[in-house]
């Protein structure tokens, strides 16, 4: 079974490509540079994609397909945020968030999709964000541009259905990752995550945790894999209740 994984090279990608290849998949982790892999883990090919570029996509596609395989299940993971507030950004905020966030699972799930509807199989599960289902301040083209990734990924999960190809999503809340501590000015922010921010309207964690990268990796090999082979068209998340 091979697996290509986009935004693989840190966080959340990185613990999908372990997850996945200690479940057995032989795995094509994608950033825009090749990310480091460990030694021990031989199943797992390093690559660059750019999944902006739909050039790069397309030969990329191509390439995994033609040199290791068959690809069985993609997981779009690559995404940017851009903080601050909506009336405060500019049409490249806008277009970049949207260009990675959105079109970029536009472009790789298009060339992935269409070798798999020829074989009557795979998986694509697209990694977005609570932030897509429940308003977020100062987050406006980061939730919209995972809104749409979500809505996309289902309605692409609707049409290949009849090609026996399962589409779906994990949405994460708050995770321990560089992005997330990234909005942390000092060390408490993992303790204000957990509490939450009337100010902001914001939700604490009701398990009153932040999320491992493991956590969203677990449930992304479960709607990858067969033990999921009757779910399609859904959005997990995967946020400890704080989309409650």
């Known amino acids: 079974m091979i697996a290509l994984v986009t935004g693989a090279g840190q966080g959340i990608g990185a613990a999908v490509v372990a997850a996945l290849a ?11 540079k090749p990310p480091v892999t460990d030694p021990g883990t031989p199943d797992v090919l390093a690559m660059a994609m750019d999944v902006c570029d739909t050039g790069a ?3 990329t596609v191509a390439c995994i397909e033609q040199s290791v395989g068959a690809i069985d299940v993609l997981v779009n993971v690559a995404g940017i945020l851009r903080v601050g507030p909506a009336t405060d950004a500019t049409d490249a905020d806008w277009h970049d968030v949207f260009d990675v966030n959105a079109a970029g699972v ?3 799930s298009r060339a992935v999709a269409r070798p798999m509807m020829a074989r009557h199989r795979g ?4 990694v977005a964000s609570n932030a897509g289902g429940v308003p977020r301040m ?27 190809i399962r589409c779906n999503v994990v949405s994460p809340g708050s995770t321990d990752t560089p992005m997330q501590r990234g909005l942390w000015s ?3 922010g993992a303790a204000a995550t957990v509490a939450g921010d009337p100010g902001r309207y914001k939700a604490g964690i009701p398990l009153g945790r932040i999320a491992a990268p493991q956590d969203v990796a677990d ?3 479960f709607l990858a894999s067969a033990r999921a ?16």
């Open 219 to 221: 449930a992304v090999v």
């Open 57 to 59: 996509v397309t030969a």
């Open 186 to 188: 000092d060390a408490g």
């Open 229 to 244: 082979r009757h779910i399609t068209m859904q959005n997990v998340y995967v946020d400890g209740g704080a989309a409650l």
């Open 138 to 164: 100062n987050m406006a083209a980061y939730a919209a541009s995972k809104a749409a990734a979500v809505h996309f990924t289902r309605s692409l999960g609707l049409e290949l259905a009849a090609f026996g």
């Open 22 to 32: 200690a479940d057995g998949y032989r795995v094509v982790a994608t950033d825009l």
């Open 123 to 126: 998986a694509i599960v697209t």
């Open 106 to 108: 536009f472009r790789v």
